[in-house]
């Protein structure tokens, strides 16, 4: 597994991605989004915390068709703004509060969530850290959901450096999640792995922002020469095409284990 130590998040190209063009996005945008949220099980008025929240997609999504509470985090200022927009455009304030935090750091007191459901987050964190974190803040018996970029097979070593290097992303294969899940004490571990798909992303992206957003968002970002460097040039678009394959995303599904609460609950007696 690679090192966890990282470079300050607002000091990164994503960090300043997500700042400039105002928009996320995770590998299976929606459909993704869909799949892994079923598969948590959310009851009407249970608490879910969405760490990472980006603009706010899935957090709307999981207070409209699931009926729950969620209190969605963002480290980045630009996406806490455009997630609250969304919230107060679609009238679900009630229900939803974004706040900004960092996912290794969260003003939560222990077992206050249900559910926790994570998109496209842990690969620009301290992974175990963030697990810690979560373990705490989620009851026992609790459902956490992640979707993270996940290597198809063993990653030779230059897409290794282009991950770490140029984007700060931390990538692992599916059984390297698992056994994250696992040290982080969760159970019950169910996970698929599935191939990126260019036509269903952008599918998604139109349909969350719409073709004038999607546009408008590359256009901003792109205008950023700090990211336009990094993108437009013949060794990115070289290394674009011969690494797809070994890229795809993982939906995870794990349980805090009954035993984590109870002995917590024993320490604090
Ligand atoms: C790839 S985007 C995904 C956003 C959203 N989950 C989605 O799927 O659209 C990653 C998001 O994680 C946030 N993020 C990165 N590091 C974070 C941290 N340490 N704490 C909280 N949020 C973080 C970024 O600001 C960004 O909005």
């Given at each position: 597994?690679q090192?966890?130590?990282?470079?300050?998040?607002?000091?990164?190209?994503?960090?300043?991605?997500?700042?400039?063009?105002?928009?996320?996005?995770?590998?299976?945008?929606?459909?993704?989004?869909?799949?892994?949220?079923?598969?948590?099980?959310?009851?009407p008025?249970?608490?879910?915390?969405?760490?990472?929240?980006?603009?706010?997609?899935?957090?709307?999504?999981?207070?409209?068709?699931?009926?729950?509470?969620?209190?969605?985090?963002?480290?980045?200022?630009?996406?806490?703004e455009?997630?609250?927009?969304?919230?107060?455009?679609?009238g679900i304030?009630?229900?939803?509060?974004?706040?900004?935090?960092?996912?290794?750091?969260?003003?939560?007191?222990a077992?206050?969530?249900?559910?926790?459901?994570?998109?496209?987050v842990?690969?620009?964190?301290d992974?175990?850290?963030?697990?810690?974190?979560?373990?705490?803040?989620?009851?026992?018996?609790?459902?956490l959901?992640?979707?993270?970029?996940?290597?198809?097979?063993p990653?030779?070593?230059?897409?290794i450096?282009?991950?770490t290097?140029?984007?700060?992303?931390?990538?692992?294969?599916?059984?390297?999640?698992?056994?994250?899940?696992?040290?982080?004490?969760?159970?019950?571990?169910?996970?698929?792995?599935?191939?990126?798909?260019?036509?269903?992303q952008?599918?998604?992206?139109?349909?969350?922002?719409?073709?004038?957003?999607?546009?408008?968002?590359?256009?901003?970002?792109?205008?950023?020469?700090?990211?336009?460097?990094?993108?437009?040039?013949?060794n990115?678009?070289?290394?674009?095409?011969?690494?797809?394959?070994?890229?795809?995303?993982?939906?995870?599904?794990g349980?805090?284990?009954?035993?984590?609460?109870?002995?917590?609950?024993g320490?604090?007696?």
């Amino acid at each position: 597994m690679q090192s966890t130590e990282r470079p300050e998040p607002h000091k990164t190209i994503p960090f300043d991605i997500w700042e400039t063009s105002g928009s996320t996005e995770h590998l299976g945008g929606i459909y993704a989004t869909q799949r892994l949220v079923e598969s948590c099980c959310i009851a009407p008025g249970q608490v879910v915390l969405d760490i990472g929240c980006g603009t706010g997609y899935t957090a709307s999504y999981l207070a409209q068709k699931y009926q729950a509470r969620v209190v969605a985090i963002d480290i980045s200022p630009r996406s806490v703004e455009e997630a609250r927009k969304r919230v107060f455009k679609e009238g679900i304030s009630h229900q939803v509060t974004i706040l900004q935090a960092d996912a290794h750091h969260l003003p939560f007191s222990a077992n206050a969530f249900d559910t926790i459901v994570v998109e496209s987050v842990l690969a620009f964190c301290d992974a175990a850290q963030v697990f810690l974190e979560m373990q705490r803040v989620l009851r026992a018996g609790g459902v956490l959901g992640v979707n993270e970029l996940t290597l198809l097979k063993p990653p030779p070593e230059e897409l290794i450096t282009l991950l770490t290097g140029a984007l700060s992303i931390q990538s692992f294969q599916e059984r390297e999640w698992r056994s994250i899940f696992k040290s982080g004490g969760f159970v019950e571990v169910v996970s698929t792995a599935h191939r990126f798909n260019l036509w269903e992303q952008l599918a998604s992206h139109i349909r969350v922002d719409g073709v004038r957003g999607y546009l408008s968002a590359m256009v901003k970002g792109l205008a950023d020469v700090r990211i336009s460097r990094v993108f437009i040039n013949r060794n990115m678009l070289r290394a674009a095409r011969k690494f797809l394959p070994f890229v795809g995303y993982g939906l995870y599904i794990g349980k805090k284990a009954k035993g984590i609460q109870d002995q917590e609950q024993g320490r604090n007696r």
